[in-house]
Every structure is written in C-alpha cells, then in structure tokens.
C-alpha cells in the first residue's frame, strides 16, 4: 500500500500542493479529478518520483520499490517519431534489457504477448504516426506493461480519443486491474470516472473529497474542487453532474 | 582507374580519408539522435562556438583539440546558465553560440599565426590532417561506439519521451549528459576536415536522407552510419580533384543525395496515390 502523508509541493512560492493524505491499496483504480491547475500532473509526478515532495512522506508499505508503468497524455511529438509500434513497446524495457543495441528474442516474445493481449500485435511494424489515437494509447499502455510495473499511472487517458476508443480504453483499465494492477489516473472526464470508477479522488490544491463517487460527488464538493456550481443528479443509480439550473454559471 | 588511385600519391589523403570515414561514421551514428531531438540548431551553435576556443588555443600555445573541447563544454554550460534564467532555448543558443564565434572570428582576423587560416577552420583542411588527428579521431570513435553499443537502448528511450524512461527507471539525466559528450566530440573531431561551419550538415543530411527510406529507428541508425561514411569518401574523392575545400564537398555530396532521394520519395508517393 502507498500512503500519503500531508504532502505539499511548491513552485517556488506557488503551492500547488498542500495537505495531501491518502492511501492506495493494492490492486484499486482510482480517478483522480480536479480542474487545470489543480495539481493533478504535479501529484503523478510525485507518485513518479520526478517531482521531491516540500513537505510531507510517502510510506510503501512493500519493502521492495514500487515498479511503475507510466502511460504519458497523447502527445503528437512521440508519434511523429520514426519508431514502429515494437520498438516503442520495446523500449519499456530499455532500464533493465541488457547493455547491447538489440533486444533479447524473449523481450520480444514478451512485447508480442502484450500486444496481443492490447489487441494490436497485426500493428506491431507499424509507424506510430500510421495509428489511430485509440491504437496509440493502446500502444503507450503496451510500452507501460513492458516495464513490468506493479503501479500503472495514467496521465488523461481519455483526452483527445473519440468515445467508442475511451470505451475501450476503459475496458482494457478495468482488465489490467483484474489481473492485479493498481491503477491510477487522472482526467477532467468527471462524468466519465463517476459512471465507472469504483474511487475517485477529487483535487483542487488539496484533497476536496475521496471515495466511491456515489457518497463523494456532491453538489458541495463539486464546488469547493471547480469553484462552480452545479447539481448533481442521480441516473440509474449513478451521480452525474449537470450545469446548475438554479443560478448555473461559475462563481 | 587514376581517379580513384590518383589521391593516394599522396600521403595525406589516406590520412584524411582515415579521419574522414570515421567521422562520417560517427555523426551518422549520433545524428539520428539529433534529428529525432529536433536538435539541430545546438549542433550548429555547439560547433560555431568552438571557433572561438580553437582561435584563443591557438594564440594562447595549447592544442587546437584542447581548445575546441572546452569551448564546447563551456558553450553548453553557458546555454544552460542562460536558459535556466527564463531565455527560450534558441535565444539561449543563437546569443552563445554567435558570441563564441565572434570572439573566435575577432582572434582569427587580428592574429598572424598561420594555423588560424580562417578558411581551415570555417570550411575544412585535410592537408591539415596529420596522424595525431588519426590517433585522436580514431580513439574518439572507439570510445563514442562502446558509449553508444552500451547505451543505445537507454538513449533511444530517453530521446523518445526523457519523463517515461526516468519513470521505467532508465537514469534520464546521466543519458542526457552522455548524449551531449557524444555530440561535442563529434563536432570536436570533426573540425579539421568539415570546418565549424558544415558539422551540423554531416550529422543532420545522412540521418534525414535515412529516415526518409527506412522504417525502424535502428535500420535508420544503420543506413545513417553506411551514408555518412560513403558521403565522406565520394566528397573526399571530389574535394581532391575539384580543389574544393573538403568540408563543402561533402554536405554537397550528402545534400545531392538527400535531394534525389526526397524527389524519388515525391515521385512515387505521387505515383501510388
């Protein structure tokens, strides 16, 4: 288990972090929401170990270091790059592969098994600007896996992906957790992770609410994470949030 | 027959075609890294600057080599000082690299010394070749391959997205500082025969023409080493007997290439659409 305790991180003398405790369990998924500025990016990168938390401890509960697969938001410089599907999977395992040029012939056996099991092996030899953004992040995940992580970390899976490939993204999410991973990402979809995910975490600086969406998202909460108001209502079981009909507009 | 037996009457084009061919070699090696990087421009301003140690080297009785390595070192500390102070990266580059140069062009035109022949340096020598510079280059090139034979895996990992690898453990920052050595030895070596002015030319032209043929970055990286090597013999060849400066000879040859291959791609792209 990875436990927070009162993080804070600074910029200098902008805190974009303060207060931050909470926990993540073995084999859980958890959306982390919040608006732009509201430090998600920069609690990923912590949890990367890119960014030194200013104040504050993070406690593993394993006494091993925590492995960690990291699937970046979409970006259209990494596809332009002249690399095939492969050889970016591939590279998940560049830290620990030998010191040669080459991959071992077992790594690509194990890069193919991911792939199949991403549903683009066919994809493999090609470009990674001949994919489509669904086949892409599909491919970021598959590069991910390769580094044999036991802590995968989403940055917007779902932004810029049409909504039948979020589906499937969202499927594919829920599969790895079956198969034991923990599972954290961040998106502005709050709909989205409302209707799907079983915890989410609601940031603005700080942690404004965590839990199963049902009992987290509020009307209250919605407020103190967006600074605006809106209702939420409840469909077929579920919280979903809509502009405000009494006052709607932001505060 | 002559054309191609001709030149080696005389010592010096072996000795140049040795140094020649090894640095072709090695910035076709490095140069897909610098083209995927988007990291031409450094490799222009990292060999303008030189100029201005090799001229204060000079002057001053050390090593040319000597003076080229610290005036590299010292330009990519510099434009990391001033870009760390919120000046955008080019800014950073283009006021460095053009201030070194000066400073080198100023040495140049006040000195009398005859090894500051600014033509040399701008454009290449390769009667200027001696064995030292066979020693050194070859030395260089052996180092840089096992730099590179151990690390090209990391390097490629950190060139492709430098946050990812750092989280799938590759040491992203110790990467970065390799890449930068290998690409500052590469314009150090490579200034008795290319010149301060053409380097950028031989590690971007054989990467680029590659890319535009090949799929896979290590059949890129491949076809990058075969190119810059060839275009270093042929320009060689060519410098020899055009009485052409070597370095000019060279991006000519690899510039041709480039050309037809970038037609050649148009044509046919054309043709299957």
Same mark, same amino acid.
């Given at each position: 288990?990875? %436990?927070?305790?009162?993080?804070?991180?600074?910029?200098?003398?902008?805190?974009?972090?303060?207060?931050?405790?909470?926990?993540?369990?073995?084999?859980?998924?958890?959306?982390?929401?919040?608006?732009?500025g509201a430090g998600k990016t %920069?609690?990923? #990168?912590?949890?990367?170990?890119?960014?030194?938390? %200013?104040?504050?401890?993070?406690?593993?509960?394993?006494?091993?270091?925590?492995?960690?697969?990291?699937?970046?938001?979409?970006?259209?410089?990494?596809?332009?790059?002249?690399?095939?599907?492969? !050889?970016?999977?591939?590279?998940?395992?560049?830290?620990?592969?030998?010191?040669?040029?080459?991959?071992?012939?077992?790594?690509?056996?194990?890069?193919?098994?991911?792939?199949? &099991?991403?549903?683009?092996?066919?994809?493999?030899?090609?470009?990674?600007?001949?994919?489509?953004?669904?086949?892409?992040?599909?491919?970021?995940?598959? &590069?991910?896996?390769?580094?044999?992580?036991?802590?995968?970390?989403?940055? !917007?899976?779902?932004?810029?992906?049409?909504?039948?490939? &979020?589906?499937?993204?969202?499927?594919?999410?829920? !599969?790895?957790?079956?198969?034991?991973?923990?599972?954290?990402? %961040?998106?502005?979809?709050?709909?989205?992770?409302?209707?799907?995910?079983?915890?989410?975490?609601?940031?603005?600086?700080?942690?404004?609410?965590?839990?199963?969406?049902?009992?987290?998202?509020?009307?209250?909460?919605? #407020?103190?994470?967006?600074?605006?108001?809106?209702?939420?209502?409840?469909?077929?079981?579920?919280?979903?949030?809509?502009?405000?009909?009494?006052?709607?507009?932001?505060? | 027959?002559?054309?191609?037996?001709?030149?080696? /009457?005389?010592?010096?084009?072996?000795?140049?075609?040795?140094?020649?061919?090894?640095?072709?070699?090695?910035?076709?090696?490095?140069?897909?890294?610098?083209?995927?990087?988007?990291?031409?421009?450094?490799? /222009?301003?990292?060999? /303008?600057?030189?100029?201005?140690?090799?001229?204060?080297?000079?002057?001053?009785?050390?090593?040319?080599?000597?003076?080229?390595?610290?005036?590299?070192?010292?330009?990519?500390?510099?434009?990391?000082?001033?870009?760390? @102070?919120?000046?955008?990266?080019?800014?950073?580059?283009?006021?460095?690299?053009?201030?070194?140069?000066?400073?080198?062009?100023?040495?140049?035109?006040?000195?009398?010394?005859? @090894?500051?022949?600014?033509?040399?340096?701008?454009?290449?020598?390769?009667?200027? +070749?001696?064995? =030292?510079?066979?020693?050194?280059?070859?030395?260089?090139?052996?180092?840089?391959?096992?730099?590179?034979?151990?690390?090209?895996?990391?390097?490629?990992?950190?060139t492709h997205n430098s946050a990812?690898?750092?989280?799938?453990?590759?040491?992203?920052?110790?990467? =970065?500082?390799?890449?930068?050595?290998?690409?500052?030895?590469?314009?150090?070596?490579?200034?008795?025969?290319?010149?301060?002015?053409?380097?950028?030319?031989?590690?971007?032209?054989?990467?680029?023409?590659?890319?535009?043929?090949? @799929?896979?970055?290590?059949?890129?990286?491949?076809?990058?080493?075969?190119?810059?090597?060839?275009?270093?013999?042929?320009?060689?060849?060519?410098?020899?007997?055009?009485?052409?400066?070597?370095?000019?000879?060279? +991006?000519?040859?690899?510039?041709?290439?480039?050309?037809?291959?970038?037609?050649?791609?148009?044509?046919? /792209?054309?043709?299957?659409?």
């Amino acid at each position: 288990m990875i %436990t927070l305790h009162d993080i804070g991180f600074s910029y200098g003398n902008n805190h974009v972090l303060h207060d931050i405790t909470t926990d993540f369990h073995p084999g859980e998924i958890v959306g982390i929401i919040g608006p732009s500025g509201a430090g998600k990016t %920069t609690l990923l #990168r912590i949890l990367l170990g890119e960014l030194t938390p %200013t104040q504050g401890r993070i406690n593993n509960s394993s006494s091993a270091n925590i492995a960690v697969g990291y699937v970046p938001q979409l970006d259209s410089g990494e596809r332009t790059f002249p690399l095939t599907v492969e !050889e970016m999977v591939l590279l998940g395992a560049a830290a620990f592969s030998r010191k040669k040029p080459w991959f071992d012939q077992s790594e690509k056996r194990e890069a193919s098994r991911i792939l199949e &099991r991403l549903g683009i092996l066919q994809l493999r030899n090609n470009r990674l600007s001949e994919l489509s953004g669904g086949q892409f992040q599909r491919a970021l995940i598959a &590069r991910a896996l390769m580094s044999r992580p036991s802590l995968l970390l989403l940055d !917007e899976p779902t932004s810029g992906i049409d909504l039948h490939t &979020r589906q499937q993204v969202l499927d594919l999410v829920h !599969e790895l957790q079956t198969d034991g991973f923990t599972i954290i990402l %961040t998106t502005h979809d709050l709909n989205w992770v409302a209707a799907q995910l079983p915890r989410i975490l609601c940031l603005n600086g700080t942690v404004t609410g965590d839990g199963a969406p049902s009992e987290v998202l509020t009307s209250q909460v919605v #407020r103190e994470t967006y600074g605006a108001n809106m209702d939420v209502i409840f469909h077929q079981g579920r919280p979903v949030v809509v502009d405000s009909v009494n006052n709607g507009g932001n505060q | 027959m002559s054309y191609f037996t001709d030149p080696f /009457q005389y010592d010096f084009f072996s000795r140049a075609l040795i140094v020649s061919v090894l640095i072709g070699a090695l910035a076709g090696a490095i140069g897909p890294f610098v083209l995927v990087r988007r990291m031409a421009y450094i490799g /222009q301003g990292m060999s /303008q600057s030189i100029l201005g140690g090799v001229a204060l080297g000079v002057v001053w009785g050390l090593d040319l080599y000597f003076g080229a390595a610290v005036a590299a070192g010292l330009s990519a500390a510099l434009i990391y000082f001033v870009r760390n @102070r919120g000046v955008p990266v080019d800014t950073a580059i283009g006021i460095v690299a053009s201030t070194l140069f000066a400073i080198g062009v100023a040495v140049v035109s006040s000195s009398r010394d005859r @090894r500051l022949n600014s033509a040399n340096l701008l454009f290449g020598n390769v009667l200027g +070749v001696d064995t =030292e510079d066979i020693i050194l280059v070859a030395l260089v090139t052996v180092i840089a391959a096992i730099v590179l034979f151990r690390n090209y895996k990391t390097l490629l990992a950190v060139t492709h997205n430098s946050a990812v690898a750092a989280a799938h453990g590759v040491r992203a920052r110790l990467m =970065e500082v390799i890449f930068s050595a290998l690409l500052a030895m590469v314009v150090v070596t490579a200034l008795r025969v290319l010149g301060v002015l053409l380097v950028a030319a031989t590690l971007l032209i054989p990467a680029a023409t590659a890319t535009m043929t090949f @799929r896979t970055f290590r059949n890129i990286t491949i076809a990058s080493i075969c190119l810059g090597t060839s275009f270093a013999i042929i320009g060689l060849f060519l410098s020899f007997h055009r009485n052409i400066a070597s370095g000019p000879a060279i +991006v000519l040859v690899g510039a041709t290439v480039f050309a037809m291959n970038m037609l050649t791609s148009t044509t046919s /792209q054309r043709n299957r659409a």
